[in-house]
């Protein structure tokens, strides 16, 4: 089956949502390592659930739900559909079982292929709703290895999620600085724009931009290390006074998933980094990752720089000379979350989706090596707040003009 049809793409998305998640055992999948990630049998559920509570109920009549108690356990964060079970406490779950949840993705799956055998009959409404699923699926499947990777990171034996994943190589191209005059700039997505965007990305709106320079590559781990060795985590004048307290707090000393020499977890003379495939040797020419904005904005400050704003990159974002603006890292940005100008959140249950969001965050632009690469484009916005590390979070730096 073609999938350029909607049945095709939906039984290709949920598909690979179970082959990400194939490399991790039961045990793996019920645990919650932190509030901030969910178990990767919760993301099996929610997603299901968002299409039986979004799409199915309002549009298949006679849909029968799979199980009551799943609206109350796998919402997320919509108030407008009930109540729900502490985020927190997630990884508390251990019933239903594995099992009985891939049986609601089933029950699911087969109840949206009926509805997408009469596709051409749907409402803009309803499909709409599924192409919202969809990407929200997607979303859910970064979110899926990245709580992994944090969960696998846990565990003493350092094990790997997949010792066979592959990172896509990234650039190693000498530092240059593209530079871009002042101006009045068109940014944000077009409301009416053909395909599929999220409420965040739009309007399309003009915005005065400065004149900056910002670097045509990323920010790599040997750059990042010499800061490290340069004693930048005891500098106190480069951090920002709550970046400071998070250093004192949590005593970082190095990102999220490096191993410092002789780190007893996985001794070795040399730097080493956990990832996705275990742990390997620092790779001095890989882009650093699994930073905060705390980190990313004091790295800047030492390196004579700045981290740019989400305006900046969006214009420099179809440079020919920029590099690696997707498919590595997310790239911290010095812009929090906020409505775009003229913002109008979606209608329905689905207007919690981000606009209630738009405070206390910074957005990060590009796209990270977990990330579908149907999300990537020049005005995805994606936010996390400030102390966030665990996602594949690195940054670009940029000056003025």
Avoid at 300 to 322: C, D
Wanted: proline share 6%.
């Amino acid at each position: 089956m073609p999938l350029n049809t909607l049945s095709a793409r939906y039984a290709a998305v949920r598909q690979h949502t179970l082959k990400l998640s194939a490399p991790l055992s039961a045990e793996d999948q019920c645990v919650q390592s932190m509030p901030d990630t969910s178990p990767t049998k919760w993301h099996l559920a929610h997603t299901s659930w968002f299409f039986e509570n979004v799409v199915l109920l309002p549009y298949l009549p006679g849909y029968q739900v799979f199980d009551e108690a799943f609206a109350y356990l796998f919402n997320s964060y919509y108030e407008a559909l009930g109540p729900r079970h502490p985020r927190p406490q997630r990884g508390l779950l251990t019933r239903p079982a594995l099992s009985q949840v891939l049986a609601f993705r089933e029950h699911v799956n087969a109840a949206m292929q009926q509805l997408l055998l009469n596709e051409s009959k749907l409402s803009g409404e309803a499909l709409a709703l599924i192409e919202l699923g969809l990407n929200h699926e997607q979303q859910h499947q970064e979110l899926l290895l990245t709580d992994a990777l944090h969960l696998l990171s846990c565990n003493p034996l350092l094990p790997a999620y997949d010792a066979h994943f592959k990172h896509a190589n990234a650039s190693h191209a000498e530092l240059q600085w593209l530079s871009f005059d002042e101006g009045l700039r068109t940014l944000g997505r077009a409301v009416d724009a053909t395909g599929f965007a999220f409420d965040n990305e739009s309007p399309a709106h003009q915005r005065f931009v400065q004149g900056f320079q910002i670097a045509n590559r990323l920010v790599n781990c040997g750059e990042y290390l010499a800061f490290i060795q340069d004693g930048g985590y005891d500098n106190a004048d480069l951090w920002l006074s709550e970046g400071r307290a998070q250093v004192l707090q949590n005593d970082w000393q190095c990102p999220l998933y490096w191993l410092a020499p002789q780190d007893p977890r996985a001794p070795s003379e040399q730097w080493q980094v956990f990832g996705l495939n275990g742990v390997q040797p620092l790779n001095l020419q890989a882009p650093v990752a699994n930073l905060s904005f705390y980190e990313a904005s004091a790295f800047a400050q030492w390196a004579g720089a700045r981290l740019p704003t989400e305006f900046e990159w969006e214009v420099a974002s179809t440079h020919t000379e920029i590099q690696d603006t997707h498919a590595q890292v997310w790239q911290w940005t010095r812009s929090a979350y906020e409505p775009y100008p003229g913002f109008v959140p979606a209608s329905g249950a689905v207007r919690e989706y981000n606009g209630k969001f738009m405070v206390g965050q910074q957005v990060l632009r590009g796209s990270s090596l977990a990330t579908s690469s149907q999300h990537s484009r020049h005005t995805y916005r994606n936010f996390f707040p400030a102390h966030a590390r665990w996602q594949f979070s690195g940054l670009r730096l940029a000056k003025d003009l």
